[in-house]
């Protein structure tokens, strides 16, 4: 698995699906510094949580941004419940035996505290595709984002053939899905969400310098 973070969720040991939704909830809307911070104290603290006190926290991080106290304690109640049995599941089943042979498709965000896990992926997937969409891990299929996930999803699909064979002679013959060619030692950054958008490659020797800002922006 990718290196030790508090950044997200998994790159530190399991807190309990309670204060996992919270802090879950902090990163969904920005407030990524706070549960960081948070993370990090509760990892090094000695002793059992007190879980009341921890949601109590979150909420009143989270309060000023119009968060009401019945919608938060729904959004716990429901993501702890699905948060636990993910850890379980994850925690039960060990790394495949071979790797899958089929096409995948890996979607990437702007969020750098994820992106080894397309490394991960590979090692797992021999016909690994990579997309990135616009925004962060937590926001990148909502909204004003989810059209840049859209069209590289469809186009994943239809090109597979899992539409069937006429979507697929459809798309080929108006060359709908057919991907911008690559460019030794640029990297593209932006597909566009539609045929006619235009393609944004970037320098790799650029990519340390670009803040997640500067490149939503630009995407």
Known sequence: PPSYSADRMGGYQWLGGDIEAALLACRAVGRTDFARGLALELVSSQGPLDVDDVLMRVFWELAPGGMTQSYYRDCIEYASLVLDRMN?????????DRP???PS???SSTSREFRGAENVNRKHCTRLEVVYGRGNHYNFVQREHVHSIIGPLS???????FFGPV???KAEATRRTQ????VGGLEILSEGD??????????????PYMTKEWKEKVA
């Open 179 to 182: 991907r911008a060619p690559p």
């Open 88 to 96: 379980y599941v994850a925690a039960s089943f060990g790394a495949p």
């Open 105 to 107: 498709l890996h979607m």
């Open 100 to 102: 899958f042979d089929g």
């Open 155 to 161: 186009n994943f699909i239809v090109n597979h053939g």
């Open 194 to 207: 539609d045929p006619f958008a235009p393609t944004i490659y970037i320098s790799h020797d650029m990519r």
């Open 167 to 169: 979507a697929r002679a």
